[in-house]
């Protein structure tokens, strides 16, 4: 009985720690996406205002 419970212990353990580390990459894609996002935003605006300053 008690190797039953220690059992599910680390079963439950090892599932937060996996979770863990999975939310943990997951914001720093999501940091690195935002961004990027922001970036290519940005350069497509100032691609796109010096190509109206230009004339086309």
Sequence with gaps: MVLKVLGGVLLVWLAFTV???LFQF?????VI???A???AAAYTAV???NR???GR
């Design 33 to 35: 996406g935002a961004v």
């Design 19 to 21: 979770l863990g580390a």
């Design 37 to 39: 996002f922001v970036g």
């Design 47 to 49: 691609k796109r205002r």
């Design 26 to 30: 997951l914001t720093w894609a999501l």
């Design 52 to 54: 109206r300053a230009l």
